[in-house]
């Protein structure tokens, strides 16, 4: 006869998990036992809907207590415990059958957490105990964190344990939103703590304690008692290689890069084959400026071979963020090439990884060069899906290029739009000089919905960047009578005003709201080559705001190659910001721009004074330096025909 599986949970408000949990084990388990500890929701009548044996018991912030009410109810061979934000995986109850047939005491699996938030899941494995013999005698232990695999062992030294390679866990307990409803971090704290007092010297519970405090960025304390935890636990142990990452977290977030990097060099000495140590390795190098050793780093992490599961390897380890990370260096030592090939890698490690999809689109320039981008881009990818669709539009949309997202937003079925990109639609339908288009979108939205003052703005903007001066000043008076903040109220004034030469208000001292407001204006005027609209509304804000924001105002005239008023936005910030060595290479890059070659080799000059540590600098400057080297040996060869020195030195020039 078969080994009967017991179910025990303890759960408390978890009607929207638990109905996925329990279905998740139908055929796994002979039956349910779970513990209520005083849900006020729908809870229990999820868990008898299922069959479950439902036992109310009064929450004493002691989980070893409730989990033990549980097995003293549990009537199996063997008892198999879950979270009720964990699922089994599909296909694995012929497994758990198999386990509970061996002669082991119990079995660690395989967990995957998924961390993060809707759209940008990450997925980090892990192994814990989970399944073990049903015996009087063992029973959970710690008010938090709890344990049993020690007191099975006190129990019966001779107990064997194993891992079971072919069942899987899902949690989903880490994502940001289930984090932020039941306030884990504060209760795990409180609740360890609390016990900490009573049992000072457990490492296991130290080592939780850090974490806990790791997780509320308490860092510096976090590295201390995590450290502690270290020093007086068993490098056996089957946390301890996450124990000496967290260590080495907690320095990096506390900015102690020399101890995180000891810590490193320390956990590599247990665990050569880290990938996650040599990861985090590589960022702390960046942080301090040591490309080289950040690039060694990485490519040692790329070198990993598969990591086991108790290492809990962060996503990515040594895969995409390693890949998307070289890629960053290369491009700031102005390598586009060897940047686009690390950032292609990083792409086809996870498709999902969508920084990086952006990354090769900002690369690709899509508002210079429209077509070309959408080739390579559709060649690298299969934008088949509406999801798919949603995303490369959106990315479009980011860098500016609004007829390429157009063409990718009017591709989703209008059922599959969601109002966010029906925004985003309209906005490129008004760039593309679609008005009547992009009203009836805008139209669309009414005015309870969260978008409506987006709406009411754009639809301004429809009629301003086409100058139609009474119909923006009638629609700027409605908006402004429903009530508006001083910055967007402030902003719609100076729509209204800058098509008239006269009555208008004084300049507009505008805060951080209005000036992102202004500068996302002056783009989109200057994508439809509206250089006097732009100027005219710029005009209506006030010095001071202009001077705070001249270094953005610079770039964005410069992307549209409008270089006198981005030279001009440049001297502005640099009056107040002299040591600002972004500023002086944007004007370097400017004069070059203008082929003013010699003033803006001094501007690079002074960029690389202030901020030596910065590569991208030198690199420009080197590149100005050959091309100013190639036009003088151009010029020679012209003047001096017969002399094959410069015709020799112009052919290699031209080769390198």
């Known amino acids: 006869m078969s080994n009967k599986i017991s179910l025990c949970m303890i759960v408390k408000n978890e009607e929207i998990n638990l109905a996925r949990c329990l279905h998740s084990v139908t055929g ?58 964990e699922t089994l995986e599909p296909g694995t109850a012929q497994a758990l059958r198999q386990m509970a047939e061996s002669d082991n005491e119990g079995y660690f699996v395989k967990i995957i957490n998924l961390i993060g938030m809707e759209g940008s899941i990450e997925t980090c494995p892990d192994l814990v105990f989970r399944m073990f013999r049903n015996k009087p005698e063992y029973r959970f232990r710690g008010t938090i964190h709890e344990q049993i695999v020690d007191v099975i062992l006190e129990n019966n030294r001779q107990a064997k344990f194993q891992i079971a390679e072919n069942i899987v866990l899902r949690h989903y307990g ?60 068993d490098p056996g142990t089957i946390y301890y290689p996450k124990l000496l990452r967290y260590i080495a977290l907690a320095h990096y977030g506390a900015q102690q890069y020399e101890r995180a990097l000891e810590a490193i060099s320390l956990g590599l000495k247990f665990f050569p084959n880290y990938a996650d140590l040599y990861y985090y390795g590589g960022l702390i190098h960046l ?73 090769i689109v900002r690369i690709l ?6 077509e070309y981008t959408k080739h390579a881009m559709e060649k690298l990818c299969d934008f088949c899906t509406p999801d798919a669709k949603r995303l490369i539009g959106t990315v479009y949309f980011t860098e500016g290029a609004y007829r390429l997202a157009l063409d990718y937003f009017e591709k989703i079925e209008p059922s599959a739009i969601d109002d966010y990109t029906s925004m985003l639609k309209a906005i490129c339908l008004i760039q593309q ?23 009411r703005m754009n639809e301004i903007l ?70 006097q609209l732009a100027e005219g509304l710029l005009a209506k804000v006030a010095k001071s705001t202009q001077k705070e924001c001249a270094l953005d105002l610079a770039r964005i005239f410069a992307h549209y ?74 010029e020679a060869a012209q003047r001096y025909p017969d002399m094959p020195l410069f015709s020799e030195l112009l052919e290699e020039a031209a080769k390198q």
Not at 178 to 195: C, F, G, M, P, S
Not at 442 to 453: E, G
Not at 472 to 481: G, M, S, T, Y
């Open 365 to 370: 320039n899509p508002s210079k060069d429209p």
């Open 433 to 455: 000089k679609r008005i009547l288009e992009a009203l009836h979108l805008l139209d669309a939205i009414p005015p309870n919905h969260p978008q409506y003052p987006l709406a």
């Open 28 to 85: 796994a388990v002979d039956e349910i036992i779970i513990v209520d500890t005083g849900s006020s929701d729908q809870t229990i009548q999820v868990a008898e809907q299922a069959g479950a044996q439902v036992i109310s018991h009064v929450w004493q912030d002691d989980f070893s207590a409730a989990r033990n009410v549980s097995l003293e109810l549990a009537t199996g061979d063997w008892v198999l415990f879950l979270d009720a934000d």
């Open 174 to 233: 880490y994502l940001n939103q289930q984090v932020i409803e039941k306030d884990k971090k504060t209760r795990n704290l409180a609740i360890i703590k609390k016990q900490m007092e009573s049992d000072p010297d457990n490492n296991t519970l130290r080592y939780h304690y850090g974490v806990e405090l790791y997780r509320i960025d308490n860092f510096s304390e976090a590295a201390e008692e995590l450290t502690k935890a270290a020093n007086n636990t």
């Open 561 to 634: 190659e409008y270089w006198d008023t981005a030279k001009l936005y440049t001297e502005l910030y640099l009056e107040e910001h002299t040591d600002n060595a972004d500023a002086w290479c944007q004007m370097g890059e400017i004069l070059q721009q203008s082929n003013q070659s010699e003033e803006a080799c001094l501007c690079y000059r002074r960029a690389i004074s202030i901020a030596p540590q910065q590569p991208q600098y030198y690199v420009k400057l080197i590149r100005l330096y050959q091309l100013v080297r190639q036009k003088l040996l151009s």
């Open 462 to 531: 429809c009629f301003w960047l086409n100058k139609k001066r009474t119909k923006v000043r009638v629609l700027c008076e409605d908006f402004l009578a429903v009530g508006l903040s001083a910055d967007t109220g402030a902003v719609v004034i100076m729509l209204r005003d800058s098509l008239y030469k006269r009555g208008s208000a004084p300049p507009a001292v505008l805060g951080s709201e209005g000036m992102s407001l202004v500068k996302d204006i002056v783009l989109r005027a200057l994508d439809l080559q509206e250089l």
């Open 287 to 359: 942080e301090q400026k040591n490309y080289a050793g950040a690039f060694d780093c990485f490519q040692n992490a790329l070198s990993m071979p598969e990591q086991p599961a108790y290492y809990a390897p962060f996503s990515g380890s040594r895969g995409f963020r390693v890949y998307y990370q070289i890629a960053q260096l290369a491009e700031a030592f102005g390598n586009e090439e060897e940047a686009l090939r690390y950032y292609i890698l990083s792409l086809q490690d996870n498709a999902s990884f969508t920084i990086t999809l952006s990354a």
